[in-house]
C-alpha cells in the first residue's frame, strides 16, 4: 500500500460516514472517525424507518411537490412544513428547489437513484451473510398504501414509470393488499408493492458496523467539533478540531446536515436545509405487519423492527434545532388509525418521539464524489431520506474514490462541485 492510502478522516458517523469508515478500513487503511456526537447516539441514523428503497428513484424536486408543499405549508399538522423566518440560505434553497422540480431533472437523476439504490441493495445482502453483521434484514417488499381512489391512481402511474425503469411494482386493490399482509387489518383502497424493497433494524445495523469498525482498527473521536482545516498547497494537511489537529493523507466529508459549515472555510458550497423527521416505537403493537408501508396520503413510513412497530415521517424545515414540534408528531399519530383502524391515538401515549435532520440538497440529489475546494477531499453527504437506503453503497464509491479506482457509476449529477 502506497503511502497515500495510510490514513483517512472520516467526518460523521451517521450511516454515511459509518460505512465510509468500513470500506476504507476494509480496503486497509488507518481509518479515523470524527464527529460532534457522543460515539454512541442516536442521530439521524438510528432512529430512522429502516426501509432500503429501490422504489424511490424520483427525487425530492420533482413536478408537482412545490404546488404540493404549499398546500401543505399552511396546516400544522401535515407532512411538510417551513417554519416562517428570514433566513438568506433558506430562500436561495427553495429557488434552486423550484428550479430543479422538473419532469428533465426526474429522468436524468432517475436512473441514478435507481442504479445506486439497486446497488446498494445487493451491499446489504452482501453484509448480511457476514457472521459480525446482525441487523434483521428482511427481504419481503414494501407496500404504498392508498386509501383513496385519486392517490391509487397516482400511485400506479408511478408504479408504471418504475415498470419502465426496471424496478418491479404491482398495482393491488383492496383485497389483494390484504392478501399480502394479513397479520393488519387496513382500511384502504388499495396500494403498489415494490417486491425488491427490503427493511430492517437501524440501531442494530449501525451497532454491527461500529464493532466491525472497531475490530479492523477504526478510532472513533465523539463530541469532537470541527473547527478549521489546514493546508498544504492543493491539499489539505489537517482538520482542526476542539481536541487538536487530526492529519490524514485523505479525508471524507460525511457530516449530513452539519456538513455545509464544516467546508465552508474551503470555499466549498454545499446548499442545505436540515429537513426534520419525527419518529415513534411501538414496542407491542395490537397487531404487527410483516411488510414495511408508506401511507401515501400522511407520507408516513410504517415499519415492523422486531416485536415492534416504528412509524415516522414529515418534512419540517426549521432550521438546525432538534427540539420536538407536537403538532407535527400528531399529524404522524393521527394518520396511523385511518390505514390500520385496530390502533388508535391513545397506544402513541407516553412514547417520546426520536427526531432527526435529514440533510437535503435543493435539487434531491446526494453530494457524492471529489471536489475542486482539495484534491484529498471526498465528499458524501445530503442524502435526504434515502441515507440507509444509499448508505453502503455510497461508503463503497467512496473506498474506489479514494484509491483512485472507477466507481461503475455515473457521478456526474451528484457532484459535490455543481453550486460552486
Given amino acids: 500500500m502506497s503511502e ?8 460523521g458517523q451517521g450511516i454515511i460516514g459509518m460505512c465510509a469508515a468500513y470500506y476504507a478500513a476494509r480496503r486497509g487503511w488507518a481509518v479515523t472517525v470524527i464527529d460532534r456526537r457522543p460515539v454512541v447516539q442516536n442521530g439521524c441514523s438510528y432512529g430512522n424507518a429502516g426501509m432500503i428503497v ?13 404546488a404540493l408543499g404549499l398546500k401543505w405549508m399552511w396546516n400544522a399538522e401535515s407532512p ?30 432517475g436512473p441514478v437513484l435507481r442504479d445506486l439504490n439497486m446497488a446498494s441493495r445487493a451491499c446489504y445482502e452482501e453484509l448480511s ?13 414494501l407496500l404504498m398504501l392508498c386509501r383513496g381512489e385519486h392517490a391509487l391512481e397516482e400511485e400506479g402511474r408511478a408504479a408504471a414509470q418504475a415498470v419502465a425503469l426496471g424496478v418491479p411494482a404491482e398495482v393491488l386493490d383492496g383485497k389483494q393488499v390484504a392478501a399480502l399482509d394479513p397479520g393488519i387489518r387496513m382500511a384502504v383502497a388499495g396500494g403498489v408493492y415494490f417486491p425488491k424493497d427490503c427493511h430492517l433494524s437501524p440501531n442494530r445495523l449501525m451497532a454491527s458496523l461500529q464493532g466491525a469498525c472497531r475490530a479492523m482498527g477504526v478510532v472513533f473521536m465523539g463530541e469532537t467539533e470541527v473547527t478549521g482545516w489546514r493546508r498544504e498547497g492543493k491539499r489539505l494537511a489537517a482538520v482542526e478540531t476542539s481536541r487538536g489537529e487530526v492529519g490524514a493523507a485523505q479525508f471524507v466529508l460525511a457530516g449530513g446536515s452539519w456538513s455545509p459549515e464544516a467546508v465552508r472555510p474551503l470555499g466549498l458550497k454545499l446548499p442545505m436545509q436540515a429537513g426534520k423527521g ?37 418534512m419540517e424545515l426549521s432550521g438546525m434545532g432538534e427540539g420536538v414540534n407536537a403538532r407535527r408528531v ?20 407516553g412514547i417520546q418521539p426520536w427526531v432527526g435532520l435529514r440533510p437535503c ?35 463503497k464509491i467512496v473506498s474506489q474514490l479514494l484509491a ?12 459535490p462541485d455543481r453550486y460552486a
Avoid at 54 to 66: I, N, T, W
Avoid at 94 to 105: C, I, L
Avoid at 362 to 381: C, F, I, K, M, Q
Wanted: proline share 9%; hydrophobic share 40%; glycine share 12%.
Fill in 278 to 314: 419525527y419518529s415513534l416505537t411501538l414496542e407491542r403493537p395490537r397487531q404487527l405487519p410483516e411488510l414495511c408501508s408508506i401511507l401515501t396520503e400522511a407520507r408516513v413510513a410504517v415499519t415492523p423492527m422486531g416485536l415492534g412497530l416504528r412509524v415516522g415521517g414529515t
Fill in 54 to 66: 429501490p422504489s424511490h428513484f424520483v427525487p425530492l424536486a420533482a413536478p408537482g411537490m412545490v
Fill in 4 to 11: 497515500e492510502k495510510e490514513s483517512v478522516v472520516v467526518l
Fill in 80 to 109: 411538510f412544513y417551513i417554519k416562517p423566518r428570514w433566513d438568506v440560505d433558506l430562500l436561495k434553497w427553495a429557488f434552486r428547489f423550484w428550479r430543479a422540480a422538473t419532469p428533465g431533472h426526474v429522468r436524468r437523476s
Fill in 404 to 415: 483512485g479506482e472507477e466507481t461503475g457509476h455515473d457521478l456526474r449529477g451528484l457532484s
Fill in 129 to 141: 451473510a457476514l457472521p459480525e453483521m446482525e441487523f434483521g434484514l428482511v427481504r419481503k417488499g
Fill in 330 to 349: 400528531q399529524g404522524i399519530v393521527k394518520a396511523v388509525p385511518k390505514y390500520f383502524p385496530e390502533f388508535r391515538v391513545e397506544d402513541f401515549g
Fill in 361 to 395: 440538497p435543493p435539487d434531491g440529489v446526494p453530494y457524492v464524489g471529489r471536489s475542486g475546494a482539495a484534491e484529498n477531499l471526498v465528499v458524501a453527504t445530503g442524502h435526504s431520506m434515502m441515507g440507509l437506503s444509499l448508505g453502503p453503497v455510497t461508503g
